[in-house]
């Protein structure tokens, strides 16, 4: 394809094989959230876990006063993966660098099911890692720490 203007050409084929490929990439993403949701299902876990993303505490716009928290959930009863944000208002104390959230001002952005969401927060999610994140979370939520047993056998204190 050619076009007139040498910036438009430039753009076009810097990024044609993004864009000759966008419903492959749109349906990569998909797919890997779907197996991982498959696969959370047919181990059944049995009870809901959350894992927070992006903690309020930590994440937050230094010129509003407005944090964000994002988590991924396995919902036991829905048996499905769950993406959550949400919006909390807090007090800027720009002399002591500081930031107080209002728990109670929370509000509710979006919370469904991951592979529901627009490509946008799935892309966003893919990512950030938040996925892989999650699955660590999961495994070492179940993991048994082996070094504090051994020491339980060997009736030791363990510090």
């Known amino acids: 394809m050619k076009f007139n203007s040498s910036y438009l050409q430039s753009c076009f084929d810097t990024n044609k094989s993004v864009l000759d490929n966008i419903n492959e990439i749109k349906n990569s993403i998909s797919s890997d959230i779907k197996q991982l949701e498959n696969y959370l299902k047919s181990i059944n876990i049995g009870e809901s876990v959350t894992y927070v993303a992006t903690d309020p505490t930590q994440s937050r716009n230094y010129c509003e006063p407005i944090s964000i928290e994002e988590k991924l959930s ?86």
């Open 74 to 159: 396995w919902d036991k009863i829905q048996n499905r993966l769950i993406y959550e944000k949400s919006e909390y208002e807090g007090e800027i104390h720009y002399y002591e660098n500081s930031f107080d959230i209002d728990l109670s001002s929370r509000k509710i952005i979006i919370e469904k099911p991951l592979i529901e969401t627009p490509f946008e927060i799935r892309k966003h999610v893919y990512e950030s890692g938040y996925l892989g994140d999650f699955l660590l979370y999961v495994a070492s939520k179940f993991s048994i720490n082996k070094k504090l047993n051994e020491w339980k056998i060997h009736d030791d204190v363990p510090f």
